[in-house]
């Protein structure tokens, strides 16, 4: 092939996101498997335990190993199942779950697969379509709990998407634009997130995704104690993994459209006072602490291979500070950077309530989600609306509402 | 309800509360676990484990002068000691044999020894794969348990 063949190759978008979707791909799952690791390792410090310790060097390969043994373990089929919605549901939760993550702007300029200017209703729109895997994987099992765990699934999802939904329209309202890029953007312009200015909202969004992740305490879709696993209870094998995979795939889109839209996606804390500036030097800050926080935990171990392993970790951490202290790469990671540690945040509450709160019962749930959530959302934006209107307009705002006064007064 | 309960449900400080405490027991300083293989667990100075027959630190013989009396003194009479005369009829010890599997650990036989012979240790992991291991023999009892030492 010749050489202009290729850069023009090269130059074609469709090389170019396809190149960007395997990467964001491959960073993605093995965020998942390490979240998972990450979360059996803060709730069992949480609940004064170790976690995995025996698989690798403080059970850092156990995630690779749970992996290995669910794709050797057998794929079994309930005889009286629907074969083909059986095989078919794990798969529609997968890539609803992943598909959403094109959108999400994890840093600025290319670091975004495609932006729509639909955006926020396209992310809304693919992650209810992973409702579908869960419910016909629920019904086509022919078994009881995870029919009992789908119809759950169903009635809690339902009615904490609408509170999601509307908490959203909060956000869109003060960013006029519905394209995850633009959102961003406006919180830069403005000087500040959007959580400051829509609190309420942030917190009905983040209670309601615990709800549509079917984490705790909103867990009753597949509560262990009441269900025996809820709606994956007849799979096993790699697909229970990919149930799995979608479900703390999840839980990452939650938090990445949490962060997008309420805390500044990849902007830094106040982006725009100069006095700040000093934290655009935390990434290589952050990873020097890595590798001592590495290098004075590693090297106490007894093991001599962990205290190599670790040796190692934390020389590799400070060769990568010095890499991202480049002020090429620095700029360039910049807002990735802060993305991830938003997400990361978001994501360790996720694991922290389910270290402390009990499930709430069943009755209880839909007395949240209806009499609670759905009003104070709706209270949310008919403020945000009032107040924006009259931020905006105010004149047109006065004029507006005078009838209404003088008849008020008059009638 | 009065103002202050109220106040309390709408933010939520219960939960606050309670998320509060679950943060901090991840101080690894709460950490219960002992990483069983890897730390053995020390247990406490008068702990009547393994039983040990103690030979003199310097010659190397054994301290035991053969006088039956531990053997009189086991409620489970499960302790029993061969000894032999020698020409100068002294009493000299040949065998020993300390059946574990009867043994409840009273120490009896460790008071009632006149010398410094026998005695419990605080070795614990006497776990056997037949009840023929955990039949004693003196020499055994000399060298005392040797648990396999795990390592990566």
């Known amino acids: 092939m010749e050489y202009r063949t290729l850069g023009y190759l090269a130059e074609h978008p469709l090389i170019f996101a396809t190149v960007k979707i395997v990467i964001v791909l491959a960073v993605l799952l093995g965020v998942v498997a390490y979240l998972v690791y990450l979360e059996r390792k803060i709730l069992a410090f949480m609940q004064a335990r170790l976690g995995p310790m025996r698989v690798g060097p403080w059970g850092l390969l156990q995630p690779i190993a749970d992996g290995l043994k669910l794709l050797l373990k057998e794929d079994i089929i309930p005889e009286r199942a629907d074969r083909a919605v059986f095989l078919l549901a794990p798969v529609i939760s997968i890539v609803a779950a992943l598909s959403v993550f094109a959108a999400i702007p994890f840093g600025s300029g290319e670091w975004v697969i495609f932006d729509p ?3 926020i209703l396209f992310v809304l729109a693919i992650s209810s379509l992973g409702i579908y895997g869960i419910l016909l994987g ?7 709990y995870p029919m009992l765990g789908s119809l759950r699934s169903a009635a809690q999802l339902i009615s904490y998407e609408v509170a999601a939904g509307i908490a959203v329209v909060g956000v869109l309202l003060i960013s006029n634009s519905l ?10 312009e403005m000087g500040w997130w959007n959580v400051i200015l829509q609190p309420v909202g942030f917190v009905v969004y983040m209670i309601a995704g615990v709800a549509e992740t079917n984490r705790n305490p909103f867990d009753l879709p597949e509560a262990e104690s009441e269900l025996t696993g809820g709606f994956h209870t007849e799979y096993s094998g790699f697909r229970f993994a990919l149930y799995f995979l979608a479900e703390y795939a999840n839980m990452v889109l939650i938090s990445s459209i949490a962060v997008t839209l309420f805390l500044g996606g990849w902007l830094r804390p106040f982006p725009n006072i100069k006095a700040l500036a000093f934290l655009n030097y935390a990434p290589p800050v952050v990873l020097v602490g890595a590798s001592v926080f590495v290098l004075a935990f590693g ?10 392993f670790f040796a190692g970790l934390g020389v590799l951490c400070l060769i990568l500070a010095g890499v991202v202290a480049l002020p090429v790469i620095l700029g360039l990671i910049q807002g990735v950077f802060w993305f991830l540690v938003k997400v990361l945040l978001i994501l360790y509450a996720f694991i922290w309530y389910r270290a402390t709160f009990p499930r709430y ?3 209880q749930l839909m007395n949240i989600g209806w009499r609670y959530m759905i009003p104070i959302a709706l209270a949310n934006l008919i403020v945000t609306a009032v107040a924006s209107y009259w931020l905006t307009k105010p004149h047109a705002a006065v004029y507006s509402a005078l009838p209404w006064i003088l008849r008020g007064r008059f009638a | 309800m009065t103002l202050k309960k109220y106040l309390r449900r709408v933010f939520l400080l219960d939960l606050f509360k ?12 709460a950490t219960y676990t002992e990483q069983y293989p890897l730390e053995r667990p020390p247990v406490a100075e008068r702990y009547r484990g393994a039983p040990r027959l103690n030979s003199h630190p310097e010659t190397g013989e054994t301290l035991c002068i053969g006088c039956n009396l531990c053997a009189l003194a086991c409620p489970e009479n ?5 000894t032999e005369r020698t020409p100068d009829h002294k ?6 044999t300390y059946d574990l599997s009867r043994c409840m650990f009273c120490g009896l036989c460790e008071d009632a020894c006149p010398g410094d012979a026998l005695e419990l240790t605080q070795d614990f992991e006497m776990a056997y794969y037949s009840r023929e291991g955990m039949i004693w023999d003196r020499q055994m009892l000399e060298q005392g348990p040797q648990p396999t030492r795990y390592s990566r």
Do not use: C
């Open chain 1, 299 to 308: 090297l106490k171990s007894r093991v001599r291979g962990e205290r190599r």
């Open chain 1, 179 to 188: 394209s995850m890029v633009e959102i961003v953007h406006r919180q830069q």
């Open chain 1, 117 to 119: 200017n639909i955006g």
């Open chain 1, 138 to 144: 629920g019904w086509a099992s022919n078994s009881h």
């Open chain 2, 78 to 82: 499960l302790i029993t000691v061969g």
């Open chain 1, 361 to 363: 019962r069943y009755d």
């Open chain 2, 91 to 96: 009493k000299r010890l040949t065998t020993f």
């Open chain 2, 18 to 29: 309670g998320l509060r405490l679950t943060f901090s027991y991840q101080r690894p300083s």
